[in-house]
C-alpha cells in the first residue's frame, strides 16, 4: 500500500517488524514469568509452568523466524504460528474443561485472557502476514 | 487463585512500593508517546526525535520504578503473586529499548507504530504489576 514502490515484500520489514516487535514482548513476558514459576514453586502445577516454558520458546521462535525472512524463516514462522494457535485454542478450552488441571495461569489460559486475548489474535495476524508477503513475492517474482 | 496464600505475616500497611508517584508518571509518559507516536504513524512519518526522548524518559521512571521495587524487597516486603510479579517487573524495563531498537531499524510509519504500540503495553503492564503485588488480601 503506502511502501509500494518498495520492491520484494519480506516478512521483517513494515507491518511485520510491529508483529515482531509483539512477539518479543511476549517472548520476554512469557519466558521471565516461566522462569520465576520454575524456579520458585514447580511442584505446584508443573502442567502449568512447562506450559508457560513452551509457550514463551514458541514465542522467541516466531519472532527469529519472521525476522530472518528468508525461506527457513518463513517456513519457521508458519509452524510456530500453526502451534501458538493449536496451543492457545487447545489449552484455553482445557483449562475451561479441566481447571483441577491448571492451579495457576499460563499465558494461554482461558484462551489468553489474562493478556488481553492478544495470545489468541496473535497468531492469526502472524498467519495472516505470512500468506500476505507470500502473495505479495509471488507477484514481484512473476 | 489456588495458591496457597502465604501466612499475612508482617506487611507494612504503607503500602505498594509499584503505586506512587513514579508509577502514575510512567503511566502518563507512555500514553503521551503513545499518542504523538499515533499521530506521527497515521501521518506516514517516521520515529521522531520526540519518541526516543519519550522513551528515554519512560525508561528513566521504569527504572526508578525497579528500584523502588528493591529497596522494598530489601526491607522485607513481599509481592503477593511473586511469579507474575518479577515477570511483569522484567517485561516492563525490557519495553522501553525494545521499542527504541526495533524503531531505529524501521524508519518508516510502522517504526512510529512499534512505538505506539509499546507505549500502549506499558500502563497495561504497570497496572497488572500493582495487582500482582496487593493479592494478599484476597
Redesign the interface.
Known amino acids: 500500500m503506502a511502501e509500494s514502490h518498495t520492491a520484494r515484500p519480506r516478512t521483517n520489514a513494515g507491518p511485520g517488524r510491529l508483529l515482531i516487535a509483539v512477539y518479543l514482548i511476549f517472548a520476554i513476558a512469557a519466558s521471565s514469568r516461566a522462569a520465576v514459576q520454575i524456579a520458585t514453586k514447580f511442584d505446584e502445577a508443573p502442567l502449568a509452568y512447562l506450559l508457560s516454558a513452551l509457550a514463551a520458546v514458541v514465542y522467541i521462535v516466531a519472532a527469529v523466524g519472521l525476522a530472518r525472512a528468508g525461506h527457513a524463516g518463513r517456513r519457521v514462522a508458519l509452524a510456530c504460528c500453526a502451534l501458538e494457535l493449536a496451543g492457545v485454542v487447545g489449552v484455553g478450552a482445557f483449562s475451561l474443561a479441566r481447571p483441577d488441571l491448571f492451579p495457576d495461569e499460563t499465558v494461554w489460559s482461558g484462551f489468553g485472557s489474562g493478556y488481553g486475548y492478544i495470545p489468541l489474535v496473535l497468531p492469526i495476524l502472524g498467519l495472516a502476514w505470512l500468506l500476505h508477503t507470500r502473495r505479495a513475492a509471488h507477484r514481484v517474482s512473476s | 487463585?489456588?495458591?496457597p496464600t502465604p501466612a499475612p505475616a508482617t506487611v507494612p500497611v504503607s503500602g505498594s512500593p509499584v503505586d506512587g508517584a513514579l508509577a502514575v508518571a510512567a503511566i502518563v509518559v507512555a500514553l503521551l508517546v503513545a499518542v504523538w507516536a499515533l499521530v506521527a504513524a497515521l501521518r506516514?512519518r517516521s520515529p521522531d526525535r520526540v519518541q526516543f526522548i519519550g522513551l528515554a524518559v519512560l525508561e528513566l521512571l521504569l527504572l526508578g520504578l525497579a528500584v523502588v521495587t528493591a529497596v522494598a524487597l530489601t526491607g522485607g516486603e513481599r509481592p503477593g503473586e511473586?511469579?507474575?510479579f518479577?515477570?511483569?517487573l522484567?517485561?516492563l524495563v525490557?519495553?522501553p529499548p525494545?521499542?527504541a531498537v526495533?524503531a531505529r531499524?524501521?524508519p518508516?510509519?510502522?517504526?512510529s507504530?512499534?512505538v505506539c504500540?509499546?507505549c500502549l503495553?506499558t500502563p497495561?503492564v504497570v497496572v497488572r504489576l500493582q495487582q500482582t503485588w496487593e493479592v494478599l488480601g484476597g
Do not use: D, K, Q
Not at chain 2, 108 to 111: A, I
Open positions: 487463585m489456588n495458591t506516514h511473586p511469579g507474575s518479577f515477570g511483569y522484567v517485561t525490557c519495553l525494545l521499542a526495533l531499524m524501521e518508516t510509519r510502522w517504526g507504530a512499534i504500540a509499546v503495553v497495561v
